[in-house]
């Protein structure tokens, strides 16, 4: 299971009552498919509970799907530059697998940690479009989604930001452009740091991937070395015969126990791993929406320049465009100071989401790595177990 | 206790390929104890031929309780706290025989290179390879205790050996010899297939040597022991051509007359190209009675011997079956402990990026619950691939017990061309006396005889005795390999009993305490990451 932040907003502490401290806490239940063929999809129950005031009432349920978070999170990056969006599971393109029980399940599991996340965050559950997602009822999202999400408009899509950021970067190095980066050293740092941990985290993530896989195959394998044996046992006979039918019937049960194993591993331990990826990623778009904020103000900041010398001279010429280029002047000085604070609000909001964002994850981390240091340590002394039983079996074998 | 790091090992750790994982940096190393119990498995050093196993040994009663067999796991089967040993290590079930153990210990070394004498078509001449097999025993037929003996053999002459082993010694289970099979360039550089064969030698030798009859025989005993060319021709019969093998079959039968033959030779069995004539009467013979015209005398009606038959055919098939699933285990296991060195690699890593600048404490209590992942992934990583080196140990055993399936194979089709000879030789018995009995018929109704005829009778009858006595000694011969499949079959059942309990002790006891121990590693981080509790749980 992902963790989440208390779901208790604001301070924590208090002593009150429950009822009279703020709430908001939403589940992401039940999934169900509905439509045919190509056009079958998935909807799920959303369940809120909740006591703030804006909100229409203490409990309301609504069906949505997935184009409907996507909706959401894309209004909460649009709307709060700065901040970390929660990250969404991704959209599955394998035809065969989007329906599996499995997948389903790890859906759910993540749409609900999205939903949850951005209910717990102090400043994302204050959002509108928030409220309409919780509340709003079918037909309403229908209309919001096609027409944010539909034909014409791309869902928000990380890969479109890195392109973005990579034109940019392609620019530069053909001479289209100068570059205009901050010069933070400590920034840089974080971006490096950034971008070096999605790498690892990726490979991590494969590797968790993959034993799963691996526990899957040694189960297998050992279910048909299982059955090999008891085989075996019955066409030896005897003393010889029964042990190695035992030993089939211990293999058989290990086997299963491998599969349970890696249906956990794969929960508890490869899918926090994913979030963790989905997270980096998250806090690349925010850094490359910083870039493109900083470059604003930048650029205005040059324009402005401009028409400060250009109004000086027009001034000096007594020109009667003065005041136009006065009025301009202003505007544009107005237009500076509203892309400087855009991009001092997103500074800021950087380095308090960076804390957070670190101790959540090794909050996040410690819960993945318990879950599966303990998960395996049951498999193995179950595997122990299962074996020791067996030894005074073949003990008192005697020779025929 | 883990061991405090500084940034020199994570460096150190960083560039460790999966190769170097050895040398990573781990807890406490494999804890050694007093106990000396002996080798679960491994090969069984056979020293009589009555060896029967103790029904329990010292060694396992005392590390069957709890806490962990893994100690005696260790040193047992750890490699690298070996006694020295090159020997298998004696079964910790063998009893003792009554007179002292004999044993006949082969080592195959020394691959070298050596010129075919130019006898060859081949300018400049072929080459062959040779090894040096070097003999050790106490047996009294090559001269008691401390006897050692050194030769240098070919290839070729291992095959002559079996093959001579294999006359002789017919209705016996006899290892099967090393392939002949020659080298493909593409697949196999010489060298590689050079040791590949030293050391199947060395195991098909060795086989020999514990087998209670064969050891015994002469034929390996000259094997070892006589220096230069091997004193051992490649077949018994003589006569090559065709002509001359059939000489050993009672002259009326190919319509020649030919010198006495040695009943003894009738009695062996048919082989190519030499004794054609001989194989076409037999498969007629068998034609014969598998399309149920004239009874032969001899039947193979012994039940209980064709039932065992497909008993152990039935056992064939799933011995294999078990072998390759053992095969596909193995893998399983090998790949479970790639990906989990791997998964610790990638946390070494990220350990590593955290540690570095670390910005926020946050980061460096991740780092370290990072590092302790890696430590619990290497390690059961390393435990997996020790694990698997002792897996692979125990069930060779089936694939073993596959190569002696081929022998027994091979004993029962002696016998039954034993038998085969039996009834051709009883079917021409039978004709012959029908046509005595036809021309002592037709010579009655003339008085005083035809001359020519009573010839005929006379060498008729003279022939009669010839195949009789060829007769009963292919029965003799028969019986023989009768008595000698089954005393074969008793010690086969006794020794796979032996040998496969060992095995599958080995097998579970070595899952069991390779499971422990990695339950180990694992409570241990649990334990280190004990402070995060789940949401709700």
């Known amino acids: 299971m992902l963790t989440t932040q208390s779901s208790i907003s604001g301070s924590s502490q208090s002593p009150r009552s429950p009822s009279s401290q703020p709430y908001l806490s939403v589940s992401v239940t039940d999934p169900v498919k509905l439509g045919n063929g190509v056009q079958a999809y998935i909807s799920y129950r959303v369940i809120t509970k909740t006591n703030f005031p804006e909100y229409q009432g203490p409990e ?4 949505r799907r997935y184009n409907d978070f996507v909706w959401l999170q894309d209004r909460l990056f649009e709307k709060y530059k700065g901040i970390f969006i929660p990250p969404l599971p991704e959209k599955s393109t394998v035809e065969k697998f989007r329906f599996s029980a499995e997948f389903i399940e790890m859906r759910r599991q993540a749409l609900d940690v999205f939903v949850n996340r951005i209910a717990s965050h102090h400043e994302l559950q204050q959002s509108e479009d928030l409220r309409t997602f919780l509340q709003a009822d079918e037909e309403t999202m229908e209309r919001l989604r096609f027409h944010e999400t539909g034909i014409f408009k791309k869902p928000a899509d990380w890969m479109q930001i890195f392109k973005d950021v990579q034109s940019k970067v392609s620019d530069v190095v053909l001479g289209k452009e100068k570059p205009v980066e901050e010069s933070n050293p400590e920034y840089e740092k974080l971006k490096h740091y950034i971008f070096e941990l999605e790498n690892h985290l990726a490979e991590a993530q494969k ?13 297998q394998s050992l279910a048909d070395f299982g059955k090999a044996a008891k085989l075996l046992g019955t066409c030896e006979g005897n003393a010889l015969g029964k042990a190695f039918t035992e030993l089939g019937v211990k293999s058989e049960t290990l086997s299963i126990k491998l599969q349970k194993e890696a249906e956990q591993l794969l929960m508890n331990f490869e899918e926090p791993l994913k979030d963790y990826v989905r997270a980096v990623q998250s806090i690349k778009a925010t850094i490359a929406e910083r870039a493109n904020a900083f470059r604003q103000q930048c650029e205005l900041a040059e324009t402005i320049k401009l028409k400060e010398i250009n109004l000086d001279k027009l001034m000096l010429t007594r020109s009667d465009r003065v005041g136009e280029a006065e009025h301009e002047y202003k505007e544009l000085k107005a237009e500076g100071e509203e892309a400087t604070r855009r991009f001092e609000t997103i500074v800021r909001l950087m380095s308090e989401e960076i804390v957070r964002f670190q101790e959540q994850k090794t909050r996040d981390m410690g819960v993945a790595f318990h879950e599966f240091a303990k998960g395996q340590a049951r498999l193995a002394n179950s595997i122990a177990d299962a074996w020791r039983s067996l030894l005074p079996k073949l003990e008192s074998c005697s020779p025929v | 206790m883990m061991r405090q790091e500084n940034h020199g090992d994570q460096e150190a750790d960083l560039h460790a390929s999966q190769d170097d994982m050895e040398s ?42 709890p806490p962990s067999y893994a100690d005696a796991i260790f040193t047992s089967f750890d490699s690298s706290s070996s006694n020295g040993h090159d020997c298998p290590k004696p079964s910790s079930y063998q009893s003792e025989s009554p007179t002292r153990s004999e044993f006949l210990k082969i080592w195959v070394t020394d691959p070298q290179k050596e010129l075919e004498l130019s006898n060859s078509l081949v300018p400049g001449g072929t080459s062959y390879y040779t090894y040096l097999i070097t003999t050790r025993t106490n047996m009294p037929e090559y001269g008691g205790p401390g006897s050692e003996f ?11 050996l079996a093959d001579r082993l294999s006359e002789s010694f017919r209705g016996f289970f006899i290892p099967i010899r090393p392939d002949k099979s020659v080298v493909d360039s593409q697949v196999m550089q010489i060298e590689q297939f050079v040791e590949l064969r030293r050391v199947a030698l060395a195991k098909y030798l060795n086989k020999l040597a514990v087998h209670p009859t064969i050891k015994k025989s002469e034929e390996l005993r000259l094997f070892l022991v006589v220096k230069g060319k091997l004193p051992l021709t490649r077949s018994v019969d003589m006569a090559s051509r065709m002509l001359d093998g059939a000489v050993r079959l009672p002259r009326q039968l190919t319509g020649e007359a030919t010198a006495v033959t040695d009943v003894n030779e009738a009695a062996q069995p048919a082989k190519g190209g030499r004794d054609l004539l001989r194989i076409f009467r037999e498969l007629k013979q068998s034609v014969v009675n598998d399309w149920g015209g004239v009874k032969p005398t001899a039947v193979e009606d012994d039940k209980e011997f064709l039932e065992r038959k497909e008993k152990v055919a039935e ?26 060195g791997e998964l610790g690699l990638a946390f070494v890593k990220l350990t590593k990026l955290e540690t570095e600048g670390a910005m ?35 069930l060779d055993k089936l694939h073993e017990y596959l190569g002696v399936m081929l022998a027994v194979n091979s004993a029962f089709s002696d016998r039954s061309s034993a038998l085969l000879t039996v009834q051709t030789l009883s079917s021409e018995l039978v004709s012959l006396q029908s046509r005595i009995e036809k ?13 020519s005829r009573m010839r005929k009778i006379e060498e008729l009858k003279e022939t009669l005795k010839i195949s009789e006595d060829a007769k009963s000694c292919a029965v003799r011969e028969y019986e023989r390999i009768k008595e000698n499949n089954r005393s074969e079959l008793e010690r086969l059942d006794r020794e796979r009993h032996e040998d496969f309990m060992g095995m599958l002790r080995g097998f579970v006891l070595n899952q069991a305490g390779y499971a422990e121990k990695m339950a180990n590693a694992w409570e241990k981080l649990a334990e280190e990451t004990g402070g995060y509790v789940k949401d709700g749980s």
């Open chain 1, 60 to 63: 309301k349920i609504v069906i």
């Open chain 1, 207 to 219: 590797h968790a991937y993959r034993l799963v896989k691996r526990h899957r195959e040694l189960g």
């Open chain 2, 24 to 65: 990573l940096v781990l807890d406490e190393p494999p804890s050694s104890n007093g106990q000396s119990s002996p080798s679960a498995s491994t090969s069984v050093d056979r020293h009589s031929a009555t060896a029967t196993p103790a029904t329990s040994s010292q060694g396992f009663n005392s590390i069957l309780e």
């Open chain 2, 150 to 160: 050194t030769v240098r053999r070919r290839f070729k002459d291992v095959v002559t």
């Open chain 2, 315 to 340: 056992f064939e098939q799933q011995l294999s079956n078990l072998s390759q699933q053992a095969e596909s285990l193995v893998k399983a296991q090998q790949d479970m402990g790639e990906t989990m």
């Open chain 2, 360 to 394: 926020f404490e946050s980061q460096t209590i991740r780092a370290n619950d990072m590092k302790n992942v890696a430590t619990a992934s290497v390690k059961a990583s390393r435990l997996y691939r020790e694990l698997n080196s002792q897996t692979v140990k125990h």
């Open chain 2, 439 to 451: 021309l002592e018929a037709a010579a009655s109704k003339i008085f005083g005889g035809d001359r």
